[in-house]
Nanobody
């Protein structure tokens, strides 16, 4: 499985972005997630979605602002980010795993990341 993120960019605080993650292989057997890494910080969980898309979970810091969805027919994962804050600035990575959860070590496949910068 190869994952390619897109949709990052520069946005003002309060704005919105939609990230996409296109998979080269069939990902419907995998849970998928978004993580992010800010400069000088460890990679952090953002949101995860189950294989079918029926279950989702979010980090407390993004609940109510971000929405994770997937389209298994298109092998694509999405992250709609609204009400963005400067502290959301980071490189955002998509990943997939047999296990559904928020632990980076359980995710086997990773994309190369896309930069999101939120200006104040």
């Amino acid at each position: 499985v190869q994952l390619v993120e897109s949709g990052g960019g520069l946005v003002q605080a309060g704005g919105a972005l939609r990230l996409s993650c296109a998979a080269s292989g069939r990902t419907f057997n995998y849970a998928m997630a978004w993580f992010r890494q800010a400069p000088g910080k460890e990679r952090a969980f953002v949101a995860a979605i189950s294989k079918s898309g029926s279950s989702t979970t979010y980090a407390d810091s993004v609940k109510g602002r971000f929405t994770i969805t997937r389209d298994n027919a298109k092998n694509t994962l999405y992250l709609q980010m609204n009400s963005l804050k400067p502290e959301d600035t980071a490189v955002y990575y998509c990943a997939c795993s047999i296990l559904y959860g928020d632990v980076p070590a359980t995710y086997r496949y990773w994309g190369q990341g896309t930069q999101v910068t939120v200006s104040s």
